[in-house]
């Protein structure tokens, strides 16, 4: 039996009708960029995780981008102020900081839960930081009260990235609701995928919500009027369609790999390999199901040889990829760790418990 990670022609087939005819519909309406399909995902999507606005735009980075940006243009952020980031995570979220000309602050997350260390926030707070950056990595709910607490303290922003949480939880809110703006990727191997590259920012703020706006169609509100040095970074009609249906199937999907999350905690047994923190399945929409183990390599050609497949997220941490030489000669050990000992298992809305049993299986007896 050959297990892929992530069998995206399954995920989609799995709503193949549906999908065909709206993208049917829309190729047939003639409309094809910011019209009704944008504005019904849009009002689906904000209603969804809890916010006044959601707004579409071309990918999950340019998102991050425009909600730092759009804070430069209403004069919140300036040049060289500080965000303070997880260590470990997709480079996304720190290259909508650099991006900007700020300035990103490496915090090293928890060993035990993969998110950012909330007591180790307060001690690189200087005057010129401005924000935290959280992002929820692996579907992993990063949000805590101690966190919330000191943005208000201190007088900071809270961005989310939401790139891979769709779904999760904090509370009875969405993740995505809890800061001030939110960052959203439906690349399509994402919990809410599109058939190709789109995004979204989801905020509260009606202010910071009409600069983003502006910001992603060419700086501009008004026809042949540019209000900013904008780009365009629009989000595609047949995208905003096509997330519309899946957006109906996301909980179910999200269940589905809750149940093999669930199948895989109760029964992988290796003493060679360490699970992170098992969280409550509100608080986890699995995106990812990392596990550590201090021979991953091995682990992971053993694995190839029976026939599962399995991805490392992520191989190189951000401080030691070239484009930040800058950073080479600082330590986080903890994110160095992580990148050097995760392996994420197959998990998805498609992957069935045979193939999980599989998994578990092969995995014990390594
Ligand atoms: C996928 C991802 C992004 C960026 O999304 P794109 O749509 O690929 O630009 C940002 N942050 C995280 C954590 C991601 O996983």
Redesign the pocket.
Known sequence: MQIPFLSLKDVTGKYSSEIHSAVSRVIDSGWYLQGEENKKFEADYAKYIGTKHAIGC???????IWIVRAYKELGYFHDGDEIIVPAN?????IL?ITENNLKPILVEPRFETLEIDDSKIEERITPRTKAIMI???YGRCAYTERIGEICKKHNLKLIE?N??AHGCKFGDKRTGSLGDAS?H???P??NLGALG???AVTTDNQELAECIRALANYGSQKKYVFKYSGRNSRLDEIQAAVLDIKLKYLDNDNHNRQQIAKYYYENISNPKITLPERLNDVNNVY?LFPVFCEQRDSLQQYLKENEIQTLIHYPIPPHKQECYNEWDCISLPITEKIHNQELSLPISPVLTMEEAKEVVRVINQY
Not at 58 to 64: F, R
Not at 89 to 93: D, K, Q
């Open positions: 071309a990918n999950g980075l340019d998102a991050l995570t997709y480079i996304a979220s909508a992002v929820h990595l990235d790139a891979q960052g990727s439906f690349y191997g994402k590259d789109a995004g995106h």
